[in-house]
DNA sequence: AGCGTCACCCGGACGC
DNA sequence: TGCGTCCGGGTGACGC
């Protein structure tokens, strides 16, 4: 499921064009639309008019969210949970779950595909209402461990639920909650409001190791839609129930927190009486 | 404020 | 082989 480094990682080959032209610069002649649901906000027959002849003037992440400023207004797209984005040279053939089509007039296009159906995409005057939602990104500067603190501080909400809440903190879904926690040697379920000083810096410190990390093996290839990186092979609990910690040894824990699927070491991460 | 629940989706895993 | 069923996971809506 794209998180942060997976999106990050595919917006960096877009900006770049990964052998094809770069996508900023580029101008949008028509859009294919085969899930019209897919498109939240205009209307769709808005949002096909709209994006006529538009130029995409650059190319960003916020959270999870692609962003692309356009001369006119500005086109976001989230993949949520089975979603990808390539830039495809003229000719290549399209695939099973091709959603949204952009037809670029260079003769490439940027392709929408999404397996399940869930990801978004949204055209707005102001990209605000949308993003202004968000916490900050964690790997910004301004993202220091005092800010942290005094976010964790304001909440009495398990660490976990709190970390996947895109308004807290932009980025993080489950991959990167479960691994920045054990890096981090904190319980899934500890109140994010009893941390002292040193957990909540090593608590920073986990989750940008964690994203870092992720980063560098270009982002998780877990489902069979994301096959660009390779993170998956150096998890540390994230899918490895039952199997050791590669700490200490001890057998890695899966438990439901919030509904989510949590994996965690009992002994690297123990529960505190709070 | 925070939690629980449901809805949206469907490929893949599993059971028979 | 083929069918039926369940699961996962990001997010938003809704109710308590």
Redo the contacts with the bound molecule.
């Keep these: ?3 942060l480094p997976e999106v990050e990682t595919i917006m960096r080959n877009l900006r770049r064009g990964n052998g094809a032209s770069p996508l900023p610069g580029q101008r949008i002649e028509r859009v294919t639309i085969r ?1 019209p ?1 897919h498109i939240a906000e205009p209307s769709v027959g808005s949002f096909r008019r709209r994006i006529r002849d538009r130029t995409i003037v650059d190319v960003r992440r916020r ?3 692609f962003v692309f400023p356009l001369d006119h207004g500005t086109l976001l797209i ?5 979603g990808d984005l390539q830039l495809t040279e003229r000719g290549t053939p399209s695939g ?2 091709d959603r949204t089509v952009f037809h670029l007039k260079s003769g490439q296009q940027l392709r929408f595909s999404d ?4 990801g ?1 995409v949204f055209l707005l005057d102001d990209p605000e209402t ?1 993003l202004g ?1 968000l916490g900050p990104e964690p790997l910004d500067a301004d993202f220091t461990p005092q800010v942290l603190s005094s976010r964790l501080a ?5 660490l976990k ?2 970390l ?5 903190l ?8 479960d691994e920045a926690l054990h890096r981090a040697q904190l319980h899934p379920l500890r ?3 009893s941390l002292n000083q040193d957990e909540v810096n090593t608590l920073w410190r986990g989750i940008r190791d964690a994203l870092y990390q992720g980063l560098r093996h270009n982002g998780a290839s ?3 839609v994301y096959r660009g990186g390779n993170f998956q092979h150096y998890f540390r609990v ?2 490895r129930s039952g199997k050791p910690c590669l700490a200490c040894g001890t057998t890695i824990e ?1 438990i ?7 994996h965690y070491c009992p002994t690297c991460q123990p529960e505190v009486s709070t």
């Design positions: 499921m794209p998180e899930w649901r959270g999870k969210y989230h993949l949520r949970m089975s099973p779950y397996a399940r159906k869930l978004k949308l939602k304001s909440h009495r909400r398990a639920p709190l996947l809440d895109q308004s807290f932009a980025g993080l879904g489950n991959i990167y909650t109140r994010s409001d877990i489902d069979w994230y899918q899966r439901l927190v919030n509904q989510r699927g949590t």
